[in-house]
């Protein structure tokens, strides 16, 4: 089996409401869908984020692509660790790439294989997983309200984006502590907001709401 093309496809996914973060507003979700064809036909789907998707669409197209026709799509390592090295002077920009790939090599090769994904990655752990309920940046009383529909949704722990502002995300984290009660886990995420004497700062004040843990402060600050 050989890798006989490369295709990439840019997609936006609207959002139904702006999404507010430590680093702006977004009313979309951009990605690259990434195709790895076989000549036997069978197709190997990734995907790729990042800070900016034309230019990791060019990486995917222009770059990468070459190193990967004509190749064994069965050789993941091997096909993975050419392109580790080939972004090494770059990846900060070129890992974003290389996960499109990666997954879509998986994908390929647990098609090819007719077994399920999980059984290439250490094979079956549990039958279900738990995922954490999301909000964004949004006025205390709003976020609380979401915050008690995502519970009545099921869902036993919360991600919140803060780090814009320290009173106003402590005064955040106390409505929605309340509207969901002691039992549910609040996590907080800063998008590197933060310094680290900002977030000891910051942590001192909400960690009376109970925070699971904290993600992620700037240690370059």
Avoid at 38 to 62: L, M, R, S, Y
Avoid at 125 to 131: E, I, N, T
Avoid at 154 to 174: C, M, N, P, S, W
Avoid at 182 to 201: E, G, H, M
Wanted: glycine share 8%; aromatic share 8%; charged share 25%.
């Amino acid at each position: 089996m050989q890798i006989i093309d490369v295709t990439t496809t840019q997609v936006q996914i609207p959002f139904r409401k702006p999404a507010k973060w430590s680093g702006g507003t977004r009313r979309s979700a951009p990605a690259i869908v990434v195709k790895i064809i076989t000549d036997e036909g069978i197709v190997g789907i990734g995907e790729c984020v990042g800070p900016t998707i034309p230019a990791i669409q060019t990486i995917v197209d222009k770059e990468f692509k070459p190193f990967l026709i004509g190749g064994d799509p069965m050789r993941t390592e091997w096909i993975l660790h050419r392109l580790e090295e080939y972004v090494l002077n770059w990846k900060q920009l070129g890992l974003y790439a290389l996960a499109g790939i990666d997954i879509a090599l998986l994908d390929l090769k647990a098609k090819a294989l007719n077994t399920p994904l999980y059984n290439l990655l250490g094979g079956m752990y549990r039958s279900h997983v738990d995922f954490a309920g999301y909000l964004f940046i949004d006025e205390p009383i709003a976020n609380a309200k979401d915050a008690e529909e995502i519970v009545k949704q099921g869902y036993k722990e919360i991600k919140i984006k803060v780090g814009r502002d320290i009173e106003f995300d402590t005064a955040r984290l106390r409505e929605i502590r309340a509207a969901v009660g002691p039992d549910v886990k609040l996590r907080i995420d800063v998008n590197q907001n933060w310094s680290v004497s900002t977030a000891i700062k910051a942590i001192n004040k909400m960690e009376k709401y109970d925070l699971q843990l904290v993600e992620q402060t700037n240690s370059l600050l």
